[in-house]
């Protein structure tokens, strides 16, 4: 338990400055992650016999997130569809050696990281507009005088506050509080109240309470955090949070049936006491699609 928490204030720490950073060490860090998902995939569909094909598929995930990075989303489809072509033709090639089945797991691995994490690029590159601080918001609800001291909270709101953050430092932000939120608030009303199990053959731990008590918890978070830190229309959040909930619970169940599978515990060792990069970001892998299409389509910014 201490290695587990220990490790995950540091990832916390790093991820927090990358994200803030941006720009290449974000992009860095986001390949560096989609390489070490697609090894982890592939390490756990070979406990099947299922062989993929490691290289060249690293090599089409740096293209696609390098051209999600620079925006370029007809060279991100000509990549996916260069990429597809040449490793079906490796069936000929090397016939025998890549079997048709291999050249399929591929193309559905490279897809299942990938796309999700050159959607998170997207996000964070988003829109370069500067948001207002979060100190204008929340100084005030935090802020009151107190006679004789004289005490204005608010002041150190500011200070603690003051901020600014772009569009896509913020949607990043918010993607990943309310995804963390669905993950604890599962986990802790799971734990306390779990009784009915909600894919017993596929993770037995997770149950029915535990995703109830996920959908208000991550609602209230993400509506909270996203209109009042950074000041996004307050309905639209609410609902956000609410779907968010759902979408993350599903990427959870769908890393948990390729682990199931593959009969391994953890896709991993990336964070000690925290498993792979698939056990860290099952849940972005689809709630990063689903927000970004969200935020395009509601017109949120």
């Known amino acids: 338990m201490i290695i587990r928490t220990i490790s995950g204030i540091i990832g916390i720490v790093i991820a927090a400055f990358i994200i803030q950073l941006g720009s290449l060490p974000f992009a860095v860090a986001t390949i560096i992650l989609s390489l070490l998902g697609w ?7 070979g ?3 299922l062989d993929t094909t490691l290289i060249l598929g690293g090599v089409v995930l740096i293209l696609m997130e390098c051209c999600a990075w620079l925006g370029n989303l007809e060279e991100l489809l000509a990549v996916m569809t260069i990429g597809m072509l040449m490793i079906f033709l490796l069936t000929v090639i090397l016939y025998g050696t890549v079997r048709p089945v291999d050249a399929s797991v591929s193309i559905g691995g490279i897809l299942y ?9 997207m996000l964070r590159f988003f829109d370069d ?7 204008d918001a929340m100084s005030k609800l935090f802020s009151f005088h107190v006679p004789v001291v004289n005490l204005d909270i608010g ?7 003051s901020l600014q953050f772009d569009v896509g430092t913020a949607l990043i932000w918010l993607l990943f509080i309310a995804t963390w939120a669905s ?18 053959t596929i993770s037995p731990k997770k149950t029915v309470e535990g995703f109830l008590g996920s959908m208000v918890g991550t609602t209230a978070v993400t509506g909270v955090v996203g209109h009042f830190l950074f000041s996004f229309p307050m309905q639209e959040m609410f609902l956000l949070g609410l779907l968010l909930s759902i979408v993350a619970m599903l990427g959870d169940l769908v890393e948990s049936a390729l682990k199931r599978y593959g009969g391994v515990k953890d896709s991993g060792f990336f964070l000690p006491g925290h498993g792979g990069v698939l056990d860290r970001f099952d849940s972005i892998l689809f709630t990063a699609p689903f927000f ?7 017109g949120i910014v």
């Open 47 to 49: 406990k099947k016999g």
């Open 39 to 45: 090894y982890e995939f592939s390490d756990i569909l």
């Open 113 to 121: 990281i990938g796309l999700p994490f050159s959607h998170l690029m």
């Open 129 to 135: 507009e500067k948001l207002a601080p979060p100190a």
């Open 183 to 200: 993950d604890t608030f599962a986990f802790f009303v799971g734990t306390a109240f779990g009784s009915h199990k909600l894919a017993s």
């Open 155 to 161: 002041g150190a709101f500011d200070a603690l506050l």
């Open 292 to 298: 970004y299409y969200y935020v395009v389509v509601m």
